[in-house]
């Protein structure tokens, strides 16, 4: 089954890629890597949700937004690629977690990006992965996630 497939039979639609906040671009492919700039869980052109988790933000709603920003990441790459079936692998994934000073818990986080990039690209979905906990993101996001991607033509 393609990625497309995969996303099709967890009803994921890829929305259009999300525009830059700045002064950057969405990629960058130098050779067969393609690094995708930070992701924020945008649905819609508004955050899913603001503020800390462990404060504003519960666990379950901060996996959920990894996971959204897994699918925007998702949604550059394709735009980058044109068909998520070059992806020879995830190589790397770096998530940031705007974290209540005693949340501990930003690798379950980013479980929900790790997961649904699993779950579309298979086995080259395994990869390599940081989860750090930040004061402040972005607009106030919740999580703001990177990546790191090997394709082939």
Known sequence: MTPEEKLKTLGIELP????PLGSYVPFVRTGNLVYLSGMLPL???KLLKTGKVGEAVVLDEAVECARTAAVNGLSVLKSALGDLGKVKRCVKISGFVASADD???QPKVMNGASDL???VLGENGRHARVAVGVNV???NS???IDFIFEVGD
């Open 103 to 105: 949340f501990t818990d």
């Open 117 to 119: 990039v699993f779950e």
């Open 137 to 139: 993101l972005p607009l």
């Open 142 to 144: 919740p999580v703001e």
């Open 43 to 45: 649905k819609g052109g």
């Open 16 to 19: 259009d890629v999300p525009k």
